[in-house]
């Protein structure tokens, strides 16, 4: 499992009340040298630019040799993320617990909590689901 610090470059205000005063008070939230820093490589940002995201480079290599290469956000599972590049894989329940989409892992690695199929053992040989 990877770690990254990301920064997001937005700037959140927050307008709080005041009781005594009819005015509000505009607080800025934001780090000042946040607004500078460039895009780190490796990282997207989401059609408003707020929320920075880490996305992986996935390889898939099929039986008859044939290679798709796609980017799979952090938060999406590699069979969506295929799906929205036009790469089809072959799949059935979505659920994890038909085992139509069991892939193998090459190189790298990959944090799969919800692998309901899988045990232990097909984990560790580097087995996953789509």
């Known amino acids: 499992m990877t770690?990254?610090?990301i920064i997001s470059h937005?700037?959140?205000r927050a307008?709080?009340?005041n009781r005594f005063f009819?005015?509000?008070v505009t607080v800025p939230t934001s780090l000042?040298?946040?607004?500078?820093?460039?895009k780190p490589v490796g990282l997207k940002c989401s059609s408003k630019h707020r929320t920075p995201m880490a996305a992986?480079?996935?390889k898939l290599v099929?039986?008859?040799g044939v290679m798709d290469e796609f980017e799979a956000p952090r938060d999406e599972y590699i069979l969506d993320a295929a799906e929205n590049a036009e790469v089809a894989l072959l799949h059935d329940c979505r659920a994890g617990i038909c085992a139509a989409c069991v892939g193998k892992i090459v190189s790298g690695s990959m944090?799969?909590?919800d692998a309901t199929l899988l045990d232990e053992k097909q984990i560790a040989n580097g087995y996953l689901l789509a």
């Open 56 to 58: 992986y480079k996935i």
């Open 111 to 113: 944090d799969q909590p």
């Open 22 to 24: 009819s005015a509000i």
């Open 15 to 17: 307008s709080i009340p």
């Open 3 to 5: 770690t990254t610090k």
């Open 32 to 38: 000042g040298f946040a607004n500078n820093v460039s």
């Open 62 to 64: 099929g039986l008859d």
């Open 10 to 12: 937005c700037l959140v």
